[in-house]
């Protein structure tokens, strides 16, 4: 019988990975005091804000295991009075009146709702669902000069993305491109029409499929 440990079923994925290198880019010298990470996960992301100085880390998850796990993490760097974590659906549990200066967030958003077995359940598919309700909380939910970093998969249609953002009156700015490696097996669960209509994004190489993926930063 294979055991997987907690913190390998919350390991940082490429996805994670390329949210710090955004986070890195573009937060050194932004002033922060509180920021929000939207399915927190492990709080890998909210650790790294809270070395760049953030003085409030707030973290949101559907999953109760993600916001236990996320608190040790986070409570064995920084002290307890600067972590906050809310375990709910998205921002139903959030006090609607907190803003923040940065929000980041990695939401399930494959357009395939197949499990992994080396994963939590929450962090599956559900196409642009997360992502879409994210945005529209945005203009609530950042300050005046605030800004949000998201990572987005590109078989969600960047398009779509980008016009949902600017009908909100919000910018919209790609700050980091980067490819992700998927089994064949697992995408050739994603519908035809998708694989069609996305083809030029996706490269396959026998057993292997790369598609593109980037990080991007909406602001007023
Ligand atoms: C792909 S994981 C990313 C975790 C972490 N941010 C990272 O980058 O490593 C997505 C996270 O979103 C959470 N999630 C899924 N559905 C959610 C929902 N409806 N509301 C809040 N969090 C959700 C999952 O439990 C999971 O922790």
């Known amino acids: 019988m294979t055991v997987i440990s907690s913190s390998d079923l919350y390991r940082p994925s490429i996805y994670t990975a390329s949210l710090l ?35 409030n880390m707030w973290g949101l998850d559907i999953s109760k295991d993600s916001i236990e796990f996320a608190n040790q993490l986070l409570c064995s760097e920084f002290k307890k009075d600067r972590v906050n974590l809310v375990h709910g659906d998205m921002f139903e549990k959030l006090d609607p009146h907190l803003s923040f200066d940065l929000i980041v967030a990695n939401l399930p958003q494959l357009p395939i709702n197949i499990g992994s077995i080396d994963r939590p359940p929450t962090w599956g598919g559900g196409g642009r669902g997360l992502v879409d309700r994210l945005i529209h909380q945005l203009p ?32 919209c700015e790609t700050v980091y491109e980067f490819y992700v490696y998927e089994s064949v097996d697992r995408f050739s669960k994603i519908s035809d029409d998708i694989l069609k209509k996305h083809s030029d994004q996706i490269m396959f190489f026998g057993p292997y499929a790369i598609s593109s993926a980037r990080i991007i930063k909406v602001t007023f």
């Open 21 to 55: 290198k955004a986070i890195d880019s573009n937060c050194a010298n932004f002033s922060m005091n509180h920021v929000l990470d939207v399915g927190v996960g492990s709080g890998i992301c909210l650790a790294a804000l809270g070395r760049l100085g953030a003085s």
């Open 140 to 171: 609530q939910r950042m300050t005046k000069n605030g800004m949000s970093l998201i990572a987005h998969c590109d078989l969600n249609d960047f398009k779509k993305t980008e016009e949902l953002i600017r009908s909100l009156r919000l910018h």
